[in-house]
């Protein structure tokens, strides 16, 4: 199977190029509805029979106790341990970087305007289980919420067939002090977040990755009036690569992120069609040795390699594209650095590969997929809290800026909005 | 009709008094299902179906031409003009201050790490018609939107009974610059700027306040895959007052958020059973000279007086009701401003009104309702950019973490990310 390739595409043919497949979710509703209510009614008793009909194990006390966590962190490898620690020592870093300072700003005289970050003070965190136990998204969303000041944090992740936890996901979070840890998965652990039960804390927003019962039961609850992340969707990377990029790391590059899942997408832009062809022989060759080649496969047939001449056009196509994931290996890196408006996360120049941004450099890898890129961040510090704005009027500065005050209000027809200044600027007056 | 008082309501007690009324939007879901697929399918001339039956007027050109506004700008008074650009300069300098510089963090030797705002290149802003011409939300949203530098911003309100929309409004617009101005309202507004009609722009983020339809729309809107501000609700207001605040300014501010409609919600919380039995006198006296004074009457009767003597008890109410608007009056403000955690915008002391903040202090008025204060902020700089992070990782610094990230990688079973750092990790070391 080959990867498509287009040569040269015009511009109203990029829309078209750029389109991911579409995920259908209104089948899901209807279940996804009736889990949500039944978690609602019963709680627990809910939660234990959605586990045994959805993850096939029975489960009777869905909190993990401290006991079962100081054994699954005596099976860890120390050598897991210490990158689990560096990892987490960098994304500490990058993310504890992101603290505002407070500013007061003087709009006029005698008006005080500032702003202040105050933590989100309940969120909760999902881990997904299935074919990649994912204890790296634990570091990408507990660091930051414990950063930020959020002080009840909630993780959830589904059981195994013995309603285990992957001991690394428990060691991890250990490390990082989080103690309400839970055996639930699917849409019945999303609604145990929104609702609350006897056992698991209701949260006021809900992080982290899932499948497409997770993605429609994080939708759901937010209709429910519960914050979530961001809308998901399968992973995805574009590389801009021109003839000085090694074919041999592009190429694993798109195998990173191929092997996620059937449906993950790569793209790779290019100025040189011989590079394109020589790098889809490369991704095959390495392809066959890959143990996850299975999804891999399925994932380079939906993928897409478009040669664009010149520079314009490449980032013109790449902003449409709006990649969660972009890599940059090429002669004039600055370019695509400064002209980047859609995209998740940027990895410039040859020994940046994607996987680096999934792990340790820092950066959070919880990103908007699906072109989402166009008006969602990845998750930062500023997820796990919300900015707060404050003002503090002087008489002086009441004097200044209430009748400006008076006049617009009483030309929106507020007449209570403007006599709440006539009353204290007659005060002031008298 | 007398106010709800609570006297020392026990915490258990907090939540249930916190409650706002519940909107249904269930029922509504239909229609909004059928406006959407209308206006996706035809168009221009599902708008103008839906602006016949729903606004009950003819329009078939939706954009304000450029002479229109011109002729709206001469209606509006000098007095008017200047009173909307003493606000504008006062939002410019406080969301202007917003701004964040670019920090490069090195997270480990060779590992760089940023972030960077980049704009949302198209957002759509909807100004309310109905009972007030909220051309100050036309500055609240425009003015961010233009610093932060979106270089598409579409703006729809509904016509009135003649087809126009009201002059203070498209005296504003032209003030900003803004020339996509269209005569829309309602859910096919909401679906117009979601899909982009013949006329009217696709964007990407859906700005403002709206009816129940509006917020409805807002709400399917996003499921298609559009940003939105915020969730909205009615507008209320929390004044926490001891005996030294002013009983006459305290009754004027509840006042002025009763006016906005039925549905809002005022609370006022004190220390002192007789301040607020003194209070409710005062609301009634001033209720009566009100030209709104029926949409007043009728949220005042859904509003609350609560008294709670220790400003633990006092704050933690506070935080669980998480007000949109929090006035502070007493003789100990710094106690609230340190330890409020859930609001949306805070006015500190005797002269500063909400309304201040509604039009012209410079902190923005788009602010969470309902308990959304709780996980989200207000409108600020960041709603109209999100933030790309940025990596560049020399070969010192892949030497550094890349053993890290291949053991990472290896534990969660995804050897293609391992081996994008192998292959790169066995060039440097050959």
């Known amino acids: 199977m080959n990867m498509k390739t287009y040569i040269n595409p015009k511009v109203e043919e990029f829309a078209e190029i750029c389109e991911r497949p579409i995920i259908e979710s209104d089948e899901l509703e209807n279940t996804v509805k009736s889990v949500f209510r039944e978690v609602k009614m019963n709680g627990d008793q809910a939660l234990q029979w959605y586990t045994r009909n959805f993850d096939k194990v029975e489960i009777s006390d869905f909190k993990i106790e401290a006991r079962i966590i100081e054994d699954a962190c005596r099976k860890i490898d120390e050598e897991l ?34 702003q202040e970050s105050r933590p989100i003070e309940k969120v909760g965190i999902y881990i997904p289980g299935g074919t990649a136990p994912l204890f790296s998204t634990v570091l990408m969303l507990a660091v930051p919420a414990i950063i930020a000041g959020c002080n009840e944090i909630v993780l959830c992740s589904p059981p195994d067939k013995n309603g285990d936890l992957n ?9 990082l002090g989080i103690n309400k840890v839970y055996r639930v998965g699917g849409i ?4 145990a977040l929104s609702y609350g039960t006897e056992t698991i804390p209701k949260v006021y927003k809900i992080f982290g990755p899932g499948n497409q019962f997770v993605t429609a039961a994080k939708q759901f609850a937010q209709r429910e009036g519960i914050a979530i992340d961001m809308p998901a969707g399968p992973s995805e990377l574009l590389v801009m690569a021109d003839e000085t990029a090694d074919i041999r790391f592009v190429a694993s590059d798109l195998l990173s ?12 832009v290019s100025d040189n069609k011989g590079f394109l062809a020589n790098l889809e022989k490369e991704v095959y060759k390495q392809l066959n040795k890959l143990p996850r080649k299975d999804f891999a496969i399925k994932a ?12 314009e056009a490449q980032i013109a196509f790449i902003n449409e594209y709006a990649p969660e994931h972009f890599i ?12 980047v408006i859609n995209a998740g996360s940027v990895f410039i120049g040859k020994y940046t590969p994607e996987s680096a ?3 340790a450099s820092g950066t959070n890898h919880t990103l908007p997929t699906n072109g989402f890129a166009k008006a969602y961040s990845g998750v930062n510090l500023d997820s796990f809290t919300k900015k707060i704005t404050f003002q503090r009027i002087s008489s002086e500065g009441l004097l200044n800026i209430g009748p400006a005050i008076e006049i617009m209000a009483a030309a929106e027809y507020l ?3 403007k006599n709440a200044v006539s009353i204290r600027l007659n005060r002031l007056k008298s």
Chains 1, 2 share one sequence.
């Open 81 to 114: 341990k210490q990158a689990i620690i560096l990892a987490k020592n960098n994304i500490e870093k990058f993310h504890a970087s992101q603290k505002q300072g407070k500013e007061i700003i003087t709009t006029s005289a005698g008006v005080e305007c500032w």
């Open 167 to 175: 001991p690394a996901i428990l060691y991890t979070a250990k490390l």
């Open 188 to 191: 019945q652990a999303i609604a």
């Open 257 to 268: 992120q191929a092997e996620h899942g059937n449906d993950s997408q790569v793209v790779c």
């Open 300 to 311: 380079i047939a939906n993928s897409k390699l478009v040669m664009l001449e010149n520079k």
């Open 328 to 339: 940059i290996m090429t002669n004039d890196d600055e370019y695509y650095i400064r002209n």
């Open 357 to 359: 941004g999934d792990y």
């Open 415 to 417: 007449d209570a909005h």
